[in-house]
């Protein structure tokens, strides 16, 4: 379908407005096979790119060595921490040996003084007691102290009018140890108020 032709007089612009150009405009010369590509053209990486993904490769490798390094670090720390352990109870084992001795001479001498047998197992007590403080784990089985219950397990109540109120009355089973290193708490009675 053919189209018409079209009035331009409509086109003009009003009086007084600027005057568009009049006259022939040269024609943009015809791209050769020089010209240098646009930037939507496909075409290889350029020197930039190159530099870009040579250093994404240098970061890359360096993240792996890091990766691998701290992997290794934390193999040798675990490996470290068990030979630690071992040691540690191989010294506590080796402290309480001796108790173990002296206990096994008290069964032995058991049929010829029986009043020894209870010197040497007081005796053998004190020893063990000694070898955990040795350990840094003191007995606490003090009475009349303020009840701790940080340091001390209430296992009773008991109506004492000897003893001021919420102190410790008796000590059932000592404890060992300070609050942040503590092996147990001391099992205690507490006095109450009357």
Known sequence: MPIPPQDRSSD???????????GHLPEPAPPTAEAEPGPDA??????????????LKEV?????????DLDNLRKRHARE?????????????????PVIDNLELALNH???????????????RDQAVSILERL??????????????SRHEVVGVVQDP???PNTVAQVLRPGY??????????????????
């Open 12 to 22: 003009l612009p009003p009086e007084g407005a600027a005057q568009p150009p009049q």
């Open 136 to 149: 840094g784990y003191e007995r606490h089985a003090e009475t009349g102290v303020p009840f701790d219950p």
């Open 81 to 97: 921490l068990d030979r630690e352990r071992a040691v540690e109870r191989a010294r506590t084992a080796a402290a309480f040996l």
């Open 162 to 164: 000897g003893a001021e």
């Open 42 to 55: 496909a075409t290889g990486p350029t020197g930039v790119e190159d530099e870009y993904a040579a250093a």
């Open 110 to 124: 058991a049929g010829s003084d029986p009043g020894a047998i209870v010197e040497g197992v007081r005796a053998v």
């Open 177 to 194: 140890g300070e609050a942040e290193r503590q092996l147990r708490p001391a099992a205690v009675t507490v006095a109450k108020r009357e």
């Open 60 to 68: 890359e490798d360096r993240w792996r060595r890091a990766l691998a």
